[in-house]
């Protein structure tokens, strides 16, 4: 299936999109789509039966806003550095270990919401991911294929980010993830039924429509289902908790100077294979 929340930002209804592209609504069967909910199979099913009998009414979705697939995320953990192709050309060594951080929930927008590039920023970069989606409560797991079983679904995420207060400004890299609307999310999430290989997925981003990122999941030094074995053993994750499982080549960061940093007015386009697109307009903060 692919769930949505369709509305003006903090009023979103949940909804589906059918298989003929039509935007189903949702919200007689449930509240909204969020950790609750996935966790729920039970309330799934009920989804699923009605989708198939074609018992969910149409939305009309002229002029409608896509906001997050996902509501009340509990955190957003990230992988740095997970691709072959991104270590070489930012000149790092493969990590022996998954590299962790966060970015907080309230970063998260929607994928065609705009995008504020930071005061004072001078190296605003875009990075396009497949985001995980946990279903299952998930605490010292013992396998990969562990892992993929407590995944809910999959989702498009953009970590933007901002690379002088990643990495010049000391301390950890949260300065440089958290700023306001760093993390669009969207526009499904997709269960992990429709997905039966994140490790062969395509991803792209373009920006002012040159193709920037062409990358495949196959480059992950970490694969799905290992970054959520590896992450259970040191925090537990929840169902509605989000995974951000890095970015393949392409970024700013590892072209050679001057280096295209994102600017006010750039338009950035991002897509995953079977995951939807995005689209955003960068505005100054």
Not at 121 to 148: F, M, P, Q
Not at 193 to 206: C, K, M, R, T, Y
């Amino acid at each position: 299936m692919k769930l949505l929340r369709v509305g003006t930002a903090g009023r979103e209804r949940p909804a589906l999109l059918d298989p003929d592209g039509t935007l189903r609504d949702l919200s007689g069967l449930v509240a909204d789509i969020d950790g609750t909910l996935l966790a729920d199979e039970d309330a799934l099913g009920r989804i699923r039966s009605a989708a198939a009998a074609g018992d969910l009414p149409a939305l009309d979705a002229t002029g409608l806003r896509t906001g997050p697939p996902l509501a009340r995320i509990g955190k957003i953990v990230c992988i740095g550095l997970n691709y072959h192709d991104h270590a070489r050309e930012t000149g790092a060594e493969p990590p022996a270990e998954p590299v962790i951080f966060f970015k907080a929930p309230d970063t998260v927008v929607g994928p065609d919401d705009t995008v504020l590039i930071p005061r004072g920023s001078v190296k605003t970069d875009w990075e396009v991911e497949l985001a995980v989606v946990i279903g299952r409560t998930a605490r010292y797991l013992e396998s990969a294929e562990e892992g993929l079983a407590h995944v809910a679904g999959y989702a498009v995420a953009h970590d933007v980010s901002e690379r002088e207060f990643q990495t010049e400004r000391g301390g950890t890299w949260d300065k440089g993830k958290n700023c306001e609307t760093f993390n669009p999310l969207g526009p499904w999430l997709v269960t992990a039924d429709e997905v039966p290989d994140p490790q062969n997925l395509s991803l792209w981003l373009w920006v002012n429509g040159e193709l920037k990122q062409d990358g495949t999941t196959a480059e992950q030094i970490f694969p799905v289902g290992e970054v959520v074995r590896y992450v259970s053993r040191f925090m537990t994750l929840y169902p509605g908790d989000v995974v951000n499982t890095g970015t393949p080549a392409g970024v700013a960061m590892g072209r050679p100077e001057p280096k295209p940093y994102l600017r006010a007015g750039d338009v950035v386009e991002l897509e995953v294979t079977g995951l939807g697109r995005q689209r955003q307009v960068l505005a100054q903060a």
